[in-house]
């Protein structure tokens, strides 16, 4: 028998799934917000598939993605002397009819190495097709957990919204990928209480950020509360989102009196 090779082997198995995951029905509420008529069949989720003649098209890069040949990859971006390195970029970031690059490629074959290894030559994991699906929105649909943790881990959007009004963890929702909800929704509440922190220690180095001047034991105290909730992320990497939204609470239970207490003292301005 003739042997396969890893970008055959990886082909094959886009082929075998090659149409989106099963999803569930559109939420009627999604439908009537866009105006779409529920009782006509849509191609709501083209960018999520792959017809298999397009793994068999004329871009020399694709076995490389398909196979996660992380080596080979490298040395065609780094390497003067090897033959696509001057094309290695126009060929990752070409597009197809709509919109998608080699980058949505490598996230519907779970290649989350080879999209990681790409951002060192500067790809941005922030691209969207012509209807608004990110890496982050195929990933999810397709439940490829390792592409959705490292899309996290190098701060790609999460709230970003499709042409439906979906976020990432929405479509993961609509294909019950419940992996990738819980994921997700564990990594908003991390950003959610990061993002208060940074609005505090922003408001701490410029006081007219906030309602007024902080005297000097207000300021120990917010700078001490930050750093306690920056170690125990440190010290909880794999939190709950109960504990992360009490973590957050916590931090305003410290914060919001304060700034009651200075912006109800803040002198008025007089009048000219």
Not at 17 to 22: E, G, T
Not at 232 to 241: G, K, Y
């Amino acid at each position: 028998m003739e042997k396969q090779s890893a970008s055959s082997l990886a082909k094959n198995r886009i082929r075998a799934s090659s149409k989106c995951p099963q999803q569930s029905v559109l939420p009627k509420k999604m439908g009537a917000a866009m105006e779409l008529d529920l009782d006509k069949e849509y191609d709501l989720d083209q960018e999520l598939s792959l017809d298999p003649e397009e793994l068999d098209g004329e871009n020399p890069l694709l076995p490389t993605i398909l196979s996660g040949n992380i080596e080979q990859l490298e040395r065609i971006f780094e390497d003067p002397e090897e033959p696509l390195h001057s094309r290695a970029m126009s060929l990752i970031m070409k597009e197809d009819v709509i919109g998608r690059n080699l980058l949505f490629t490598a996230c519907i074959a779970g290649q989350s190495n080879v999209i990681k290894t790409l951002t060192k030559y500067g790809v941005n994991l922030n691209e969207k097709t012509t209807r608004g699906y990110t890496l982050l929105h195929i990933a999810a649909a397709w439940g490829r957990l390792d592409t959705v943790k490292m899309l996290v881990e190098q701060e790609v959007e999460l709230d970003v919204l499709n042409f439906l009004n979906e976020t990432p963890r929405d479509i993961a929702l609509r294909f019950s990928q419940m992996e990738c909800v819980c994921y997700l929704d564990v990594a908003a509440a991390r950003l959610a209480l990061k993002k208060a922190i940074a609005k505090v220690q922003g408001i701490i180095l410029d006081p007219e950020k906030g309602p007024g001047k902080l005297n000097r034991e207000d300021k120990n105290l917010l700078n001490s509360t930050c750093r306690s909730k920056l170690e125990w992320l440190d010290l909880h990497p794999t939190p709950t989102v109960e504990e992360l939204e009490e973590q957050k609470q916590q931090l305003e239970d410290i914060v919001n009196p304060i700034f009651v207490k200075i912006s109800t003292s803040r002198p008025a301005k007089s009048a000219k």
